[in-house]
């Protein structure tokens, strides 16, 4: 057991001296507890941070609403339906004679009482194409060879079908190797092994390498573009994936640093004349080039926080002011009113009155003694310092229709590498999770924009990757 640490000696303190400690430790009780209460839906902690024990509370951001639980009136329900041509029929015939009077009934004068039908897949199992080619010979002697197909290049191969199942099984889907390679046997009976995939998986990284620049090139002229980072381990060591995302497009990469060198090595975020939407990490900041939009999903959650942790009425008023502007700017933009200025400097200057309530309940604080150096502030002075400093970037959404409320887009597009990395546990090499990266990249967009992954996959196997929509 680690030593006890000394017991502190009080004897030599003034009253005043003592009065002063008790603060401190008071103060520093209730930072602890502050922060033990923090959680996914007060702060910025991921809900992985929450663990497994049940929460005293939840708290929901979108508050109640007056819709009645369920699918809402008008609302058009999806179910199975019949086909006007069916795959196949099986006809069930009446009995040969009548239960009454024994009598033969004529089958050719029947007629269909009712149909019902039944949709399925086939049992599947692989086949096999030979490949041939022939030789022969001219009367002068000149001897003719047919040549086989480009992409037929050994004597026993698979083809694109089956190797796009397995890339997507691995990289769509996020199944282990051993468990996609089991998957594939049972459906097909087509013995693949983990090793394959693997190998299958560098071939479809190399195929898409040219879709993965383009759609990074589309990011980095893109006029809005969202943007996130999280950790990954990656060959025993954390690294960090950072992500850039619109509605229509997604690209991923990996580096071993998180900030702007990160950011530079990639190439898409820096030297950009659009819109940055992000969650107010520091080193965002730094690309200077273009205007910032902050991610005001994170801002409610820190209010929540505040809130808790005050008691004060400033982070209601807070909360309530930016989702009725969520609510107010999203009805107008539907109605193709968009707000004009004295409606946007309206809301301006509630926001600014609503910091300086804030401000007031929170001023700065200052070491004892006009001591040097900077002082440690709390968090709602720290939340309140952000609300004053970055007013623009957080009311933009207000007065440009294009930019987003939150930074959900890239948010979401985070989450699919941290169910990859939940089952496997981490990227055991550099190599694939570059090649996760790329594969994921067009994966995720060509998706957006309505293809199957099955077949952007195959297509890149057969060589002719789709091309995203610019």
């Known amino acids: 057991m680690p030593p006890k640490p000394p017991r502190l000696n009080l004897t030599g303190l003034s009253h005043e001296d003592k ?30 941070s929450d663990g497994l024990g049940k929460k005293q509370k939840t708290t929901s951001l979108r508050g109640k609403s007056d819709k009645a ?15 006007a041509e069916p795959t196949s029929t099986q006809d069930h015939r009446t009995p040969s004679h009548c239960n009454r009077c024994h009598s033969a009934l004529a089958f050719e004068e029947a007629h269909v009482l009712e149909r019902r039908q039944v949709f399925d897949v086939p049992t599947m199992c692989f086949e096999v194409v030979e490949h041939r080619v022939y030789t022969v010979l001219c009367i002068c002697g000149q001897r003719h060879d047919s040549v086989f197909p480009a992409a037929v290049s050994d004597l026993a191969q698979y083809g694109p079908n089956v190797r796009a199942l397995g ?18 046997a049972e459906m097909t009976g087509l013995s693949v092994s983990p090793a394959t995939l693997l190998a299958w998986v560098g071939e ?4 898409l390498q040219g879709t993965a620049d383009f759609i990074a090139k589309q990011l980095h002229d893109a006029p809005v573009l969202c943007a996130d980072e999280s950790g990954l381990r990656v060959d025993g060591k954390l690294h960090w994936m950072h992500v850039a995302a619109t509605a229509e497009l997604t690209w991923y990469g990996m580096h071993a640093k998180r900030g702007l060198d990160a950011m530079v090595a990639h190439g898409i975020l820096p030297n950009r004349l659009g819109v940055l939407v992000h969650d107010c990490w520091a080193p965002y900041w730094k690309l200077n080039d273009g205007l910032h939009a902050l991610c005001n999903a994170h801002l409610l959650r820190e209010l929540v926080y505040a809130q808790e942790v005050t008691g004060q009425d400033w982070p209601t008023d807070m909360t309530e002011l930016l989702l009725n502007a969520q609510r107010l700017s999203t ?3 539907q109605q193709g009113t968009p707000f004009d200025a004295e409606a946007i400097a309206a809301f301006a200057t509630v926001y600014h009155g609503i910091v300086r309530q804030g401000e007031e309940l929170n001023p700065p604080q200052t070491k ?3 001591k040097p150096g900077r002082c440690k502030q709390s968090d709602a002075h720290n939340l309140l310092r952000r609300f004053r400093l970055h007013a623009d970037a957080i009311l933009r959404f207000i007065a440009d229709p294009i930019i987003p409320f939150t930074n959900n887009i890239a948010e979401r597009a985070v989450r699919m590498p941290k169910v990859k990395q939940k089952i496997s546990g981490c990227f055991r090499t550099i190599t694939g999770a570059d090649n996760f990266c790329t594969i994921r990249s067009c ?22 990757p789709i091309r995203p929509t610019a």
């Open 19 to 48: 009065d002063r400690l008790i603060d401190a430790l008071f103060a520093r009780l209730d930072a602890v507890e502050a922060k033990l209460g923090m959680n996914s839906e007060n702060s910025s902690k991921p809900p992985s």
């Open 69 to 83: 639980v369920g699918g809402q009136p008008g609302h058009k329900g999806s179910t199975l339906k019949r086909v």
């Open 167 to 184: 890339v997507h099984l691995t990289q769509g889907q996020m199944l282990p190797y051993a468990r996609a390679a089991g998957l594939i």
């Open 204 to 207: 479809a990284s190399l195929a």
């Open 331 to 333: 009805a107008a933009r």
């Open 368 to 370: 004892p003694g006009a």
């Open 443 to 464: 994966l995720d967009t060509l998706r957006k924009q309505g293809h199957s992954m099955l077949e952007v996959l195959r297509r890149a196997f057969a060589g002719d």
